[in-house]
């Protein structure tokens, strides 16, 4: 049987969508990679390898994966050696660990821009509670007022895509692209807010910037990462 050389590229690509809910919420972005070569390999697919000192998977996600937050449309890329068809794939998404399923799979041309170097930001919606404050104008206004400002200063946190000595004030206004109020509960004082956040090489916002930012008596009681925002949207996420 014919091999392939050791310094021909990968014949096929393929973008997965999935999406992380408990038992899987901590898992964090090398221990997902880890898993899914164990998937593959478990599945005897063709997955191919950098050709480093210590050869790694050639898996990449699109974005960083939050700890602790829901994600329903994450983009990752594999690159495989030989032709594979969808039902593999498929079949490797079952093996996928608790938690993390498979949604969709599209193979891709390989001269496609990576869905990692066209992302500019990643869509969230936010369960929040408050007291008797918590009415529908006091929010709708407030989300105005946010919308409206020139600058929101904050702190920038560790895990951000900035160095560490970089950390101390920042404006946290160019981070937040849109904010909308989807529904208010004032009997409950309860509202879910949906909020297009910037997610690129130069900054990262957080779904918290935008709850300090309407400056009202809120908690968030649940934040999910509902879908990732590109420049040039990759075929799987159409």
Do not use: C
Not at 83 to 100: N, W
Not at 152 to 178: M, N, W, Y
Request: glycine share 6%.
């Amino acid at each position: 049987m014919k091999t392939r050389s050791d310094d021909a590229p990968p014949r096929q690509r393929w973008q997965l969508l999935f999406s992380r809910a408990a038992p899987a919420l901590r898992m964090r972005q090398a221990e997902l990679v880890d898993e899914l070569e164990r998937s593959f390999n478990e599945a005897s697919l063709p997955l191919a390898y950098t050709r480093a000192l210590k050869p790694r998977p050639r898996i990449k996600l699109a974005a960083n994966l939050p700890i602790g937050l829901e994600l329903r449309g994450e983009v990752v890329e594999a690159y495989f050696d030989d032709l594979v068809p969808h039902e593999r794939i498929t079949a490797a998404g079952e093996l996928f660990p608790d938690g993390i399923e498979l949604r969709d799979a599209k193979e891709v041309w390989h001269g496609f821009p990576s869905a990692a170097s066209q992302l500019r930001g990643a869509e969230y919606e936010i369960d929040v509670a408050g007291d008797d404050a918590l009415t529908s104008d006091a929010l709708r206004g407030a989300v105005v007022r946010l919308l409206s400002a020139g600058e929101l200063q904050g702190k920038r946190r560790r895990g951000e895509s900035e160095r560490r000595s970089d950390a101390g004030e920042r404006d946290l206004r160019p981070l937040i692209e849109d904010v909308e109020v989807l529904e208010v509960d004032e009997k409950a004082h309860t509202a879910r807010l949906r909020t297009v956040l910037r997610l690129d090489p130069s900054g990262a916002g957080r779904p918290e910037d935008v709850i300090h930012a309407l400056d009202l008596p809120l908690k968030t009681r649940r934040a999910v990462r509902t879908r990732l925002v590109f420049v040039d949207t990759p075929p799987i996420a159409r």
